[in-house]
C-alpha cells in the first residue's frame, strides 16, 4: 500500500484509504479509478472492493517504518477527506504523520470544505502540506476553504488544468501544480491557460510546478514549456530535512525558497 512514486512532484506514496467517488469534471477521467480496477483483476487484496471507498487499517503506520527522510503523496488513490472517512480515522493518520517528522507528507483533497471543518480537530504539524485540487472556474471556491486550514504550506494541483483561471488566487497559498489530463479520453489543455498561471505564480513569487502537457502519450508530449522545465517547489527547512543534514531534495527539483515554513520542534 506504499511505493516510491513516478509523480514528479513527490518521492513515495501513502494509501491509508482507497477508492473514492466522483464530484467535479476533475474527476471524470480518474487514473485512481482505472489504477484500482486493474490492481482489483490482478487479485490485489487491498484492492477487492475495486474502486469503492475502504478504509486500509493495515496500512496506517507504514511511515513510522521508514527511517530515511521522504517527500510522501498522501492517499494518491484516495481522498483523505471524503466524506465517508470517519473523522477517528483522518486522526490517527494525522498522529502517524505527527510523529514522524523525518518525512514530508502532501496531503491533497478535491473536498477542502471537510479538512477546514475537521482542522480545528486535527494537529497541524509542520511536516504536513495541504493542497486542493482546482481544475476550472467552477471549483475555485476550494482556494478558499483551502486557505481556512493552518497547514504550513497549502498548495495548488491544477491538474487536470480544462479551462482558463486569469485569476487565480494565490494569497495564502505557497505551491502551484500545473497539469494536463493523460490517458484514454484525455481533455485538451491549452498552452495560453498553463502561461497565464505560470506568469502570475512568478509575478507572485509562489513556486510553480509544471507537471506535464498529457494527452494519449504523455512521455511524447513531454514536460517543457517555453523551452525549459518547471519544477519549483516550496522548499522549507523541514521538507528537506531541518533535523537531518544530510537530506537532499531529489535531483529534479529546483529549488526557490518564497515561503517557509514553521520549524519542526520534535
Keep these: 500500500m506504499a511505493m516510491g512514486s513516478t509523480i514528479e512532484w513527490t518521492e513515495a506514496t501513502w494509501n491509508p484509504v482507497t477508492g473514492c467517488t466522483k464530484i467535479s469534471a476533475g474527476c471524470k477521467n480518474c487514473y485512481a479509478e482505472r489504477m484500482s480496477r486493474r490492481l482489483k483483476a490482478m487479485g490485489k487484496d487491498q484492492y477487492r472492493n475495486g474502486f469503492a471507498l475502504t478504509l486500509q487499517p493495515q496500512s496506517v503506520d507504514l511511515p513510522r517504518r521508514w527511517k530515511q527522510p521522504r517527500v510522501i503523496f498522501v492517499n494518491s488513490m484516495s481522498d483523505l477527506f471524503h466524506k465517508d472517512v470517519p473523522l477517528d480515522y483522518i486522526k490517527r493518520v494525522f498522529e502517524v504523520m505527527n510523529e514522524c517528522t523525518q518525512h514530508t507528507f502532501q496531503v491533497l483533497t478535491k473536498r477542502p470544505e471537510i479538512a477546514a471543518n475537521y482542522a480545528k480537530d486535527l494537529h ?12 476550472n472556474l467552477l471549483v475555485l471556491h ?10 504550513a504550506i497549502r498548495f495548488l494541483s491544477v491538474e487536470p488544468l480544462l479551462g482558463p483561471l486569469p485569476k ?3 494569497a495564502g497559498i505557497h505551491w502551484v501544480i500545473v497539469g494536463g489530463e493523460s490517458g484514454p479520453g484525455a481533455r485538451p489543455m491549452e498552452s495560453s491557460w498553463v502561461r497565464q498561471i505560470r506568469d502570475r505564480c512568478v509575478a507572485q513569487s509562489v513556486p510553480f510546478f509544471f507537471k ?3 494527452g494519449t502519450n504523455k512521455k511524447k508530449s513531454g514536460r517543457e514549456l517555453d523551452g525549459r522545465e518547471w519544477n519549483e517547489m516550496p522548499v522549507n527547512e523541514l521538507a528537506f530535512g531541518a533535523q537531518n543534514n544530510e537530506r537532499q531534495p531529489p535531483n529534479r527539483v529546483a529549488r526557490r525558497t518564497p515561503y517557509f515554513g514553521q520549524a519542526c520542534n520534535s
Design 142 to 151: 476550494r482556494v478558499e476553504k483551502l486557505r481556512e486550514i493552518p497547514a
Design 124 to 135: 497541524w504539524s509542520p511536516n504536513i502540506w495541504m493542497g486542493t485540487s482546482v481544475e
Design 168 to 170: 487565480l488566487p494565490l
Design 212 to 214: 506535464q502537457w498529457g
